[in-house]
């Protein structure tokens, strides 16, 4: 077997072990959310994209004990580098392949905080269908919408447990971007939530760096139920009533705004003609626009709001 053909062979397996670690995970969370819950259950869409090139399994949590709206999706998708994605996202080739899974969930009380996380390889190739580039991107963040100050730094806690056997450097480093990610820019750098981990763009330098990679990704997404689930354990059955909701609906508005404004996901999903359903699932079910808005001092909204004016060092 030639040199090529080899690698190509190596480059085949090594997405076919990712692709299956994407699609166990996706199973664990739901089951695991439907545990918590106690009531709703994921719904399964399953889509192919129209030029062929895969698709996904987009599943919905809706109108629940807990969870008033949840996706979490799959997908593996792949086709040829347009124009769009050349000028809007500054990809350079011929061909690409990219396989994640992306997940947001809004539960129902307004002392419960919103999630996100992704986490997702891609792979370049040239007009002969050699791979030239490669690299893994994920993370995941908090929105709460009021603070407990004990659940920022448990979450926290359990991303810098995570990533600390890979390099005691990466939990500080990948904190600061996501907290300089997940801003509104447009709003004077407002933070949407407390924060968590954001990276993107790791290279592997050989196989043993894309295996060591492989195996940061994974400890990466079995971690994320440790790290979220207590917490909603903790607030779900606090009392709330009409006031909360007004505050959860407009801090749902700014989460609304970096997703369709700001995030690179959501723009990618776009650029590559993605499914427009899937894509959007991270909008929230509600929420509220006031003009000029601005809570009563010393309040606890304004106590969140204050928060995410300027980020902070949870541990």
């Avoid at 192919?48 to 996706?71: A, L, Q, W, Y």
């Avoid at 050349?86 to 969930?105: D, N, Y």
């Avoid at 002392?111 to 792979?123: G, K, L, Q």
């Avoid at 979220?228 to 508005?253: A, M, S």
């Amino acid at each position: 077997m030639s040199e090529v053909l080899q690698l190509k062979k190596q480059s085949l397996l090594f997405r076919e072990r990712w692709i299956q670690y994407i699609h166990a995970l996706q199973n664990t969370i739901c089951e695991e959310v439907e545990k918590t819950d106690g009531l709703a259950r994921f719904t399964e869409d399953r889509w192919e994209r129209p030029e062929n090139g895969g698709g996904g399994k987009s599943r919905v949590i809706t109108d629940g004990n807990v969870f008033e709206k949840g996706g979490v999706n799959t997908s593996v998708v792949s086709g040829t580098v347009s124009d769009a994605m050349r000028s809007q996202l500054k990809i350079e080739g011929s061909g690409w392949f990219a396989c994640g899974l992306s997940l947001v969930i809004h539960p129902l009380n307004p002392f419960v905080p919103t999630v996100h996380a992704n986490w997702r390889y891609f792979e370049l190739y040239n007009e002969a269908g050699e791979m030239t580039d490669r690299w893994f991107g994920g993370g995941t963040d908090l929105t709460p919408y009021y603070l407990f100050k004990e659940d920022a730094v448990y979450f926290h806690s359990i991303l810098k447990q995570t990533l600390d056997p890979f390099g005691s450097e990466l939990y500080p480093k990948y904190k600061t971007a996501c907290d300089r990610y997940f801003s509104n820019s447009h709003r004077n750098q407002e933070m949407r939530g407390i924060g968590g981990i954001f990276y993107d763009y790791l290279r592997p330098e050989n196989e043993a760096d894309a295996e060591r990679l492989f195996t940061f990704q994974q400890a990466n997404g079995n971690a994320f139920l440790k790290a979220y689930l207590p917490v909603v354990g903790k607030r779900k059955d606090h009392p709330f009533g009409e006031n909360e909701i007004k505050w959860q609906e407009i801090r749902r508005g700014r989460y609304v705004e970096f997703n369709l404004i700001h995030d690179r996901g959501t723009l990618f999903g776009l650029k590559t003609n993605g499914r427009t359903e899937s894509i959007l699932m991270s909008l929230p079910p509600r929420a509220r626009w006031i003009y000029n808005y601005q809570p009563e001092p010393g309040s606890r909204e304004d106590e969140l709001l204050q928060v995410c004016l300027h980020p902070v060092d949870w541990i």
